[in-house]
């Protein structure tokens, strides 16, 4: 992603076409198949070769690895047309949980590894998940426990992991595992592949939103991982699952502040439509100064969020900015999705309103990539405190 920017004309125009083709793609093969997806727990492997020739994985990846190109407001203007059109934040997780499992492979610049895993991710041909999340270590990174010792050309791996997102589809998992001592020091990444003896993919978790991505638990036990499918060095683990969090939680930020968007559009539309008292809801004050404060909160997290993506694209460090990105726009998003319920009324919480998916899909986002009090940790820690 080191590639020269565009111009910001050059730009502008990269993105409306880029937006115009992902519209007409989730209105054909996204939006119609939403209920079912969700019903079934997961998205077809179809749903991800379809996207990879439509472009919309590779975007804001290096061409030279077969993604698009461009940056990470390619990757964002993909995510706010998908939930736009219909899609939701739960999709995003289980159609782009690339977008977590490369990087670091991409990164770490190992020919062999990106064309193995990194190029047919891109392209929809495999599937990816990030396992760092373990039964005692979700937020605290360092406690991982799942350990790899080195047995010749190989590691032998022993742990478990959750809360992995298309854990059960993935063709490779790349793992946080221990591989020296206490602390983040002793954390390396490790790629696993489905099939590889020792590691079973668990129980199918049950999750309140999200229903369309898969989440599972993952067990290695003496799971033979061949050395060369190690990522970067040892040792470097932590600093590079650190490191790319801040693109995922600028990419959560988005579907936080694309989620409150489409419940507000919704919410207005119902407004308009629906009649008590002998008027429209929305003639009334109170449901007008509702979705005002909606539109502005939705609003200040979108200018706030692209900014700061706009600063990443740039090279900047950005990782406090990061946190307060996600903050802000999760907070907005949940307060718009519980808005959007209520205008709704009855109708609200029903299975058949997209705002009562969105309403429980947009829960996990304070949860995931980072919960809320350690985007809180993060900013206090930069406050020097
Ligand atoms: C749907 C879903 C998908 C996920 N996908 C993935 C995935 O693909 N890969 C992966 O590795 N993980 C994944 N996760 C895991 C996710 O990253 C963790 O759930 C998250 O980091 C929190 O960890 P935890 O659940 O262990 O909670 P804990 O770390 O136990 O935290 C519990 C509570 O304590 C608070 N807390 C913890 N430490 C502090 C502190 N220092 N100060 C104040 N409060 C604190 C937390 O904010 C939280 O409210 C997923 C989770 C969900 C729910």
Known sequence: MAEALSTPAELDE????????????????VAPHMEEWERAGEVPRSLHEKAGAAGLLGAGFPEEAGGGGGTLLHTMAVVEEIIQGGGSSGLCAALFTHGIAIPHILEAGNPDLTERFARPALAGRKIGALAVSEPDAGSDVARIRTRAVRDGGHYV???AKTFVTSGLRADFVTTAVRTGGEGHRGLSLLVVEKGTPGFTVGRRLEKMGWSCSDTAELAFADARVPAVNLVGVEGSGFRQVMRHFISERIVLATEAYATAQRCLDLAVRWARARQAFGTRLADKPVIRHKLAEMARQTDVAREYVRAVAGRHAAGED????AAMA????????QWVVHEAVQIHGGMGYMRESEVERHYRDARVLGIGGGTSEIMNEVIAERLGL
């Open 318 to 321: 950005v990782s406090r900015e």
């Open 14 to 29: 990269e993105l409306r076409l880029l937006r115009a083709s992902v519209r007409a793609f989730v209105a054909r093969e």
């Open 326 to 333: 996600k903050n802000t726009a999760v907070y907005a998003c």
């Open 157 to 159: 791996v022993n742990g």
